[in-house]
């Protein structure tokens, strides 16, 4: 565990930031078995559900709708929302078109659309309406150094401008290899392979700590998870190499991790290994669970 | 002789916030039943609940609601009948007001809204009771309490007011993040017994009772552990002097920047005198009087 100490409230003038990297690459057009959802519909569902908890979290008033809590973003990589091309590129559609980092209230008023569904336990077995941001797209290769990059120069910005806020959360969701390496951004100049662009963006910090990079790799298998490993050895190729870019687990979320019995012991990381869509839905609530510092 | 309850209620909200976001809601009447019977609510609506304001105001309308009903005699029976019929009511308010109405269209916010609603639903403190005319120009004030807005009750000495109780909570320390609460949640509105408290009083001439929310009732507690005056400061506000002692102790760092109310009823001798205003929820200041004329 690392980064212990208190951490701030997110609130209107010190916000957080939250950025999903999206792997569509042509590989999440698999189907997970016992599902019958594609890899890259399992992620968007996933994305879906934890943007839609942001928004609640972010909301006290039923006129006012969430406040600008957080800065969000969500960059795809791999084929094109166009579907024509390769790109690194955001991957907010409709009215947030091409917007990298929008605030939770923009989020908020601006879904792709919003979807009936069962309530649940939770909510007592009502039928509710749920907005929904990202799109399942899957073609093409694996650009992940360059969304690391892309990831990198946002967060430096918001570090830069936001230098008491929470940490910020990047996380990484992919079923794939690298296929960018080495990648250097303006025409190639300063070529790095994917460790050193990692190792660029987690040296990023606000003064309560390091920004948090967190990593899923998913698997159309049904294999059980490996959550928040403190060792490489045991894992597939990909996850290894996943395994040595996620950031070590801070101390809150450590806590929250051995609360459910998930947490790999001293030197953990923040990766999960062959994610389920239960575990991954499940890892994305553990990483972006910040519920107790919200709110101004 | 004879001897009168003067209320007077100060509001404010968080800084930066108007008014109309104060979670804060008082009510005062000074005739819910025979002789003059008078009656009083608080309530504090909770942050993380949902639209807290709201469900304080229901709340603190289905108190005002049963009190009446009860004309002046509160007791395990009334707070399990009567009040708890009238916070089933006013549950039922907060679902129609939440519920239905938020899921007929696709606009996000209102889908947000609704979820929220089910999710959390509402919570609030509350201290409600009633003031009764006893023997000897007495009062008998009888209250249930949930949560952290106490009671106090002060008597005047030559050396200023004198802390006689305070009540539920009567130390700064017990004002914690988590107090009990009454909430809208799964058809359980009515069962607040086990969180609540009852608060028996005898008032005289001259006694001046205090109901608060928790920032500025943990501020005062606190001054008074310390012995630095608090009470003759809170007896003798007027609005101005309730914003100016706002706003320094805020900015001195030494009163939680939250919503304050202050409900102070104070048993004073003389004539009977009326004044206009009925409702005391809301912004400033407000005046009524319960008279006591014994003849």
Redo the contacts between chains.
């Keep these: 565990m690392n980064d212990s100490g208190q951490m701030p409230r997110i609130t209107r003038s010190k916000p957080g930031m939250v950025l999903f990297l999206v792997d569509r690459s042509y590989s999440m057009e698999d189907t997970v078995k016992g599902d019958g959802r594609s890899l890259a519909q399992v992620v968007a569902d996933s994305v879906n559900d934890t943007l839609h908890n942001l928004c609640l979290s972010c909301m006290n008033d039923p006129v006012e709708g969430p406040r600008p809590y957080f800065q969000v973003g969500l960059i795809g990589y791999g084929m094109s929302g166009t579907g024509d091309v390769q790109a690194v590129e955001s991957a907010m559609s409709g009215p947030l078109l091409g917007r990298e980092l929008v605030t939770s209230a923009e989020l908020a008023r601006n879904p792709i659309r919003v979807v009936d569904r069962d309530g649940g336990k939770e909510l007592d077995g009502e039928l509710v309406k749920v907005p929904e941001w990202l799109e399942p797209v899957a073609g093409y290769g694996t650009p992940m150094c360059e969304a690391i990059y892309n990831a990198g120069r946002l967060a430096s910005e918001f570090c830069t401008n936001n230098p008491d806020s929470y940490p910020p959360i990047v996380i990484n969701l992919t079923d794939g290899e690298v296929t960018d390496e080495p990648f250097g951004p303006n025409g190639g100049r300063d070529r790095a392979n994917l460790d050193e662009w990692a190792g660029r963006l987690t040296s990023l910090r606000t003064s309560h700590g390091a920004l948090r990079f967190l990593n899923a790799f998913v698997t159309a298998e049904s294999t059980d998870p490996t959550w928040f490993p403190n060792t490489g050895v045991g894992l597939p190729k990909a996850g290894q190499r996943l395994f040595e870019i996620s950031s070590s687990l801070p101390d809150d979320l450590a806590a929250e991790a051995s609360r459910q019995g998930k947490w790999g012991g001293p030197g953990a990381r923040g990766l999960l290994v062959n994610a389920s869509p239960d575990a991954l839905a499940n890892f994305l609530e553990i990483g972006t669970r910040v519920d107790a510092h919200i709110g101004d | 002789m004879s001897t009168l309850i003067e209320p007077q209620l100060f509001v404010t909200a968080k800084s930066g916030e108007r008014i109309q ?1 104060c979670q804060d809601v008082g009510w005062f009447s000074p005739s819910i039943g025979p002789g003059e019977v008078g009656g009083f609510a608080v309530a504090d609506g909770a ?1 993380g609940g ?3 304001q709201r469900w304080a105001e229901l709340t603190v309308a289905a108190a005002a609601e049963a009190l009446v009903e009860a004309e002046g005699l509160i007791d395990d029976r009334w707070v399990r009948l009567t009040f708890g019929d009238a916070l089933e009511r006013a549950r039922t308010q907060w679902l129609i007001e ?2 239905s109405a ?2 007929d269209d ?14 959390t639903g509402g919570h609030c403190t509350l201290t409600a009771g009633t003031l009764v005319p006893g023997e000897q120009d007495t009062w008998q004030i009888r209250a249930i309490s949930v949560g952290d807005s106490p009671i106090v009750h002060l008597r005047p000495t030559e050396a200023g007011y004198h802390l006689v109780t305070a009540a539920p909570l009567h130390r700064s320390e017990q004002f914690k993040a988590d107090p009990k609460l009454v909430t809208s949640r ?1 058809g359980r509105p009515g069962t607040i017994a086990a969180g609540m408290s009852w608060i028996d009083i005898e008032a005289r001439a001259g006694d001046v009772l205090l109901v608060m929310t928790d920032a500025l009732a943990a501020w005062a507690l606190e001054r008074h552990e310390q012995s630095v005056p608090a009470w003759d400061v809170l007896v003798g506000l007027d609005l101005d002097g309730f914003t100016e002692l706002v706003g320094c102790t805020r900015q001195a760092g030494e009163l939680v920047d939250d919503d304050v109310l202050l409900l102070r009823m104070a048993v004073a001798e003389g004539p009977y005198r009326s004044v206009a205003a009925v409702d005391l929820t809301g912004a400033g200041t407000n005046h009524r009087a319960a008279r006591r004329d014994k003849r």
């Design positions: 976001a942050t949902w639209d807290g939440n519920s938020n899921n696709d606009d996000p916010i209102r889908a947000l809204a609704r979820t929220k609603f089910l999710a799964s």
